[in-house]
Each structure stands twice: as structure tokens, then as C-alpha cells.
């Protein structure tokens, strides 16, 4: 079995990630991890970049969301046809 | 509010929470839905019915996925429906040649074998605020825009949506290995300009 180089790594972090890797590259996967601290430092900046892409999603709108006061309408009607 | 207490707040009647929702999803809603159909005016009415969907769901949402998760579903049913009959603005063939070309990390990081040349920062030190902060949202958001459209396509349904691969993957009509690759490119030149940023 070959190892990994970190640039070889570094093009796996997303199949690791998901769960993807065949289960011989996922042994040398975290083999290299164990023995590098440039590319446990990479998955680490990877999982951070992750976090950061989420509050990315999770953001309220600033201003004025278009469309608000037709959907209170929906939400006062659907309100008032709950038994 | 947390999803328990939004769920419980919405089945009340509690209107301010449902604002509080909309306020927060309805951009991304848009955006994503703004892929599926031909007008601006079209995607809003997705929008508007995947609302409907919401409410007229609530009551049996059994909180087996997150509430952002369950409400993205309902969206992406809707836009593919009406997308269907619009037919889609963007059509999502095979992969292009940018698509899956190119490095993760800058090829001058590494010395002729492979290995790094200089270890990666850590970023452990970066405080969570930071991460959070306006700044770096503002950061992300740009470097998403400037992605190629199939890449940025599926990091926003994967990363800030939060729909799994094999989502994601019958949703665009792509293989899963060709997600993965849209995906490891996208994140990886987000990473490259958050470190630009963050050390």
C-alpha cells in the first residue's frame, strides 16, 4: 500500500467528508491524517469553511423581505381555518 | 428560536414567529427556486405556495430533519413541478470544462513530492463571532457569486440548505460523483478566499 501525499489528500477531503471514500482509500485517508499536522490542519480549515457556509444560509434577510405582507395574509387565512 | 419552539410557535398561530421565518428563509428560497423556473414572477409564486405547503404541513412535521431542511423539500418539489411545465431556465447537462478542472489547494503549496512546503495556518484560533460576524458572511456570499453556475448550484443546496448528496443529486439530475466533484470545487475555492480573510 502507497501512501498518500498531502496534495493527493487534499482532493479527498470531500469524498471523506460524505462518507464516500472505497474503504482502502479511506484507510490511507486516516493514515496520512494521523501522521500530518499540515493536512489535519487543511480538514480542520474545511470543516470551519463548512460552519461558515451555514451561517451563510442561516442569515435574515436585511430590510424589507419582499412579498411579506401577502404571506401574513396566507398565514391569517390558514389561521383562521384551523379547527 | 430553535426549531422545537418555532414548530410549537407556528402551530399556535404565533404570526411573528412566521415572519421571523420568512425574514430568514425567503431570500435563499428564492435564489434556489429562481433555478428551476423561467421568471422572477414564477419563482415567487413557488415561493409563495411552498409557504402554503408549510403551514398546511406543520401540524404533521415529525422534526425528523431540521425544519430549514423539511421546508427546502417542499420547495424543491414545487419548483420542479413548476419547472417542469416552464421549462427550466437553466438546463443542468453534463459537466463542463470548468466545472471539474483545477487544484483544491494552490499547486505551489506543495514541493515536488507532494508534501506541503509550509503547513496551513490554523484556524482554531478564529473566534466563532468572527465566523459569524457580518464580514464573513458578506465574504462567502461573494465568493459564491463568483463561482461557475453548476458549482454554485450545489454548494448552496448542499452547504447552506443542507440537503444531503443523493438530494442534491436527483434534484439537478447529475450523478452523485459528478455532485461531489461541483462540490469539492466549490468548497475548496470558498476555503482559498477565507484564508485570505481569515489569517
Redesign the interface.
Known sequence: MTYLTCREFVELVTDYLDGALPPADRERFDEHLDMCKGCREHLDQMQTTLRALRAAGDEPARGEVEGLDRLLDTFRDWKRSRP | MDDQATIAALRA?D?AA???L???Y???M?RVARQYVKTPAAA?EV??ET??GV??GIDRFEGRSSL?TWIFRILMNQAKTRGVRDQRSTPFASLGAEDGDG???D?SR?DD????NA??????A?PAER??SKE??AT??DA?AELPPRQREV??LR????LD?PEVSEALEIS?GNQ?VL??RA??K??AV??GELT
Do not use: C, M
Open positions: 398561530g404570526e412566521f415572519a421571523d420568512v425574514r430568514r425567503q431570500p435563499l428564492l415567487e415561493v409563495q409557504w402554503l403551514l398546511n430549514k487544484p483544491a489547494v499547486p506543495f513530492e507532494g508534501w506541503w503547513y496551513p495556518r490554523a484556524w482554531s478564529v465566523l459569524e464573513t458572511i462567502v456570499r459564491i454548494i448552496v452547504d447552506l440548505v443542507g448528496g452523485e461531489r462540490l469539492h468548497r475548496a470558498v476555503r477565507l484564508e
